[in-house]
Nanobody
Framework: QVQLVESGGGLVQAGGSLRLSCAAS????????MGWFRQAPGKEREFVGA????????IYADSVKGRFTISRDNAKNTVYLEMNSLKPEDTAVYYCAAARTVVAGTSVGEYDYWGQGTQVTVSS
């Protein structure tokens, strides 16, 4: 079982930056691929980015490519999402997720564990 706790959300002006963190419990963090998703009010949960369990492979949604960076520190059981050049359309609850695989993709169903989410609001 993996428990995930996100932090770092908040209110920021357009063009600003935030760094989200996701702390994982347990000794299996380094065996899990990790992902970030987001969900805006009235919309489905959508993929943001993912990282393989060794950090060597990363993928991003087109909407965030070049602005967001996902990274992980297996020694600290933590995955990060660095968000730059934020736009109002980035406003959403952001969730981290863990998959019991080497790499994971863009689908919600590929992930086995989810955090509770952290709110990110970008004002115009």
């Amino acid at each position: 079982q993996v428990q995930l706790v996100e932090s770092g959300g908040g209110l920021v002006q357009a063009g600003g930056s935030l760094r989200l963190s996701c702390a994982a419990s347990g000794r299996t963090f380094s065996r899990n691929a990790m992902g970030w998703f987001r969900q805006a009010p009235g919309k489905e949960r959508e993929f943001v980015g993912a990282i393989s369990r060794d950090g060597g492979y990363r993928i991003y949604a087109d909407s965030v490519k070049g602005r967001f960076t996902i990274s992980r520190d297996n020694a600290k059981n933590t995955v990060y999402l660095e968000m730059n050049s934020l736009k109002p359309e980035d406003t959403a609850v952001y969730y981290c997720a863990a998959a019991r695989t080497v790499v994971a993709g863009t689908s919600v169903g590929e992930y086995d564990y989810w955090g509770q989410g952290t709110q990110v609001t970008v004002s115009s």
